[in-house]
């Protein structure tokens, strides 16, 4: 069964760091391009970071640039997300997916198909 699950969300001061995790299971994550999302309340589901699968470039969100660091651990099956400095604004439930091989833009959600359930991540002081 192919799953993925995220981690390490949890409430933060601003200004704090935390480390995602998005483990898969059922399938190995070498052989995909890897995206985090956000959805905070009322808001559309945006997409945060992504690292190809190809080469290992990576491509952040102007929001989240110089603060964010997305990497992968093959041997682990695990992708991560490294959140420093982070913001009120950050707050949001944080998904990882796999994106389907298509053309779609790396932050277009549509362009992925499989999902975690995903985390929640809230910075308030």
């Known amino acids: 069964q192919v799953q993925l699950v995220e981690s390490g969300g949890g409430l933060v001061q601003p200004g704090g760091s935390l480390r995602l995790s998005c483990a898969a299971s059922g399938f190995s994550l070498d052989y995909y391009t890897i995206g985090w999302f956000r959805q905070a309340p009322g808001k559309e589901r945006e997409g945060v970071s992504c690292i190809s699968e190809r080469d290992g470039s990576t491509y952040y969100a102007d929001s989240v640039k110089g603060r964010f660091t997305i990497s992968r651990d093959n041997a682990k099956n695990t992708v991560y997300l490294q959140m420093n400095s982070l913001k009120p604004e950050d707050t949001a439930v944080y998904y990882c997916?796999?994106?389907?091989?298509?053309?779609?833009?790396?932050?277009?959600?549509?362009?992925?198909?499989?999902w975690g359930q995903g985390t929640q991540v809230t910075v308030s002081s």
């Open positions: 997916a796999t994106h389907d091989g298509g053309t779609t833009g790396w932050d277009v959600p549509e362009g992925y198909d499989s």
